[in-house]
C-alpha cells in the first residue's frame, strides 16, 4: 500500500480540525498549552473501543494507555510507566481499567492451540482463567463463558493496577485516587460498572500492602 492509499485519512484529518476551529476558534491553541485529565484509561486494543468517544470526552481529557485485554503485568515497563505519568505528573484522580464483551484475546486464551508471540501475552489472561476455571467451565454457554472472564480479568487488572508502588505511594502521600473496573458491550455501546473498584490500600490484602495503616 503506498502512502497515497491514506490520503483519505488525511483529508478527514483537515475536516475534522477544520470542524474543531468553526466550533472554538482558540481550540487547538489552548490544547497545547496544558494537559490536565482526571482519568486514566486502560483498556483494549480493540478498534471497536475507542476511549474518549464512548465516554464523550474531547481532546486532553483522558489519558490512554490500551494493549490486547486491558492487561496490566507487573513486569510490562510501558503500561507502568504511563501509570506513573498519569498519576505522578498528571495528577488523575481516577484509573478506569476497561474491557469488553467478545474480546477476541479473552476467546484466544481460552483456547488449546499455540497462536504464536502473542501466546506469551495471552499467558497472564490464562493465569485468570485457570485461578477461576470451576466457576467458568461451569457456565453452559460459550459466549457466556467468555464473557464472564472478560469481567474476571477486569477485577484482576484493577487489583494489579492497585498493588503498584505508583498507586499506593500516591495513597500513602494523602492522594485522592481510585481505581474503576467497567465492561464494555460492543451489541449497545453501553458501559457498567463492575463493583471491583479499589480506593485504598486497606482495600487490599496484606501481603501486597506496602505500608502499614499508620502509614509506615
Not at 61 to 75: G, K, L, Q
Not at 162 to 180: E, F, P
Request: one cysteine or more; hydrophobic letters at 40%; a negative charge.
Amino acid at each position: 500500500m503506498s502512502e497515497h492509499d491514506l490520503g483519505y485519512l488525511l483529508e478527514n484529518n483537515r475536516a475534522w480540525a477544520e470542524s474543531k476551529l468553526r466550533a472554538d476558534r482558540h481550540f487547538f491553541a489552548r490544547l497545547c498549552k496544558v494537559q490536565n485529565p482526571d482519568y486514566l484509561w486502560i483498556g483494549c486494543s480493540d478498534s471497536r473501543v475507542p476511549a474518549n468517544e464512548i465516554v464523550g470526552l474531547q481532546p486532553g481529557e483522558m489519558f490512554v494507555h490500551r494493549n490486547i485485554a486491558n492487561v496490566v503485568p507487573h513486569s510490562d515497563l510501558n503500561c507502568l510507566a504511563v501509570i506513573q505519568f498519569a498519576v505522578e505528573v498528571l495528577g488523575v484522580r481516577h484509573i478506569i481499567v476497561v474491557g469488553h464483551y467478545g474480546c477476541g484475546g479473552i476467546k484466544a486464551a481460552m483456547e488449546n492451540r499455540d497462536h504464536g508471540q502473542i501466546e506469551n501475552w495471552l499467558t497472564h489472561i490464562k493465569d485468570v482463567y485457570c485461578r477461576h476455571y470451576e466457576t467458568i467451565t461451569a457456565i453452559a454457554d460459550p459466549e457466556a463463558r467468555a464473557n464472564r472472564l472478560c469481567e474476571l480479568n477486569v477485577a484482576t487488572q484493577v487489583r494489579n493496577v492497585a498493588k503498584t508502588s505508583i498507586v499506593q505511594n500516591a495513597w500513602r502521600n494523602g492522594r485522592t485516587l481510585r481505581i474503576h473496573g467497567w465492561i464494555y458491550s460492543l451489541e449497545d455501546g453501553i458501559l457498567h460498572d463492575l463493583g471491583v473498584g479499589i480506593g485504598s490500600a486497606g482495600e487490599l490484602h496484606q501481603v501486597y500492602r506496602i505500608f502499614d495503616e499508620t502509614g509506615e
